[in-house]
């Protein structure tokens, strides 16, 4: 089946510096993905679709000059969260629809901390 | 906007018991129900899907009937094993109107005692 590979998996940074989260399509193209936040105990909350070749769309309530999109190739979308503080330590997860299908293939998530 | 809820957890049973995990859902359109799961340290993973009224959906003993009339799909398993501990997300999205974000309930954690 397709392969969404994230990384990295675990990410320790200090407040007011910038991490960069790979989303890579392994063995399909997806010129969508997506990018979702998860908090302890909730669901998974959509914060933006990454568009290959254009610009993302933000969901609304996320600030797009803190989490930047870029969706570089077919296979690669990244999140650069920056200027990290404490607030944004949370679990991000991307995923890709599979071509000619409405099934979703998710990374296994990045746990960002900001100490 | 389109919404999910499910059941709240975390929700504990003994191997072999029966498992219900229900999922209720409202859409604007005519959307198609998933029901992803997530074992621990693991990536989500579609576990099965429906995507029109009464269709069942059915995946490693795990079953869900697409439910117009009360807008539900609930997941069922006849007897759970310890490897089905894992957390499970109800799911939703409107394909017809070219939209494929998921709408996701809040997850349902499932832990089987031997």
């Known amino acids: 089946g397709a392969v969404v590979s994230q990384h990295p998996s675990w990410v320790i940074c200090k407040s007011g510096t910038s991490v960069k989260i790979e989303c890579r399509s392994l063995?399909?193209?997806?010129?969508?993905m997506f990018w979702y936040r998860q908090f302890p105990k909730q669901s998974l909350m959509l914060m933006a679709t990454s568009n290959e070749g254009s610009k993302a769309t933000y969901e609304q309530g996320v600030e797009k000059d803190k989490f930047l999109i870029n969706h570089a190739s077919l296979t690669l979308s990244t999140l650069t969260v920056t200027s990290a503080h404490p607030e944004d330590s949370s679990f991000y997860i991307c995923s890709a629809p599979g071509q000619g299908t409405d099934i979703q293939y998710f990374g296994a998530g990045t746990r960002l901390s900001v100490l | 906007g389109d919404s999910v809820t499910q059941m709240e957890g975390p929700v504990t049973l003994s191997e072999e018991a029966f498992l219900t995990i229900n999922c209720t859902y409202t859409a604007t359109g005519y959307p198609s129900l998933f029901w992803y799961v997530q074992y621990p340290g693991e990536g989500l993973q579609l576990l099965l899907k429906?995507?029109?009224?009464?269709d069942k959906g059915s995946n490693k003993g795990f079953e869900a009937t697409y439910r117009k009339e009360t807008t539900s799909f609930h997941l069922e398993k006849g007897s759970v094993q310890v490897s089905d501990s894992a957390v499970y997300f109800c799911?939703?999205?409107?394909?017809?109107?070219?939209?494929?974000?998921?709408?996701f309930g809040t997850g349902t954690r499932l832990t089987i005692i031997p």
């Open positions: 799911a939703l999205s409107e394909p017809l109107f070219g939209n494929e974000k998921l709408t």
């Open positions: 063995d399909f193209q997806a010129t969508t």
């Open positions: 429906a995507t029109k009224a009464d």
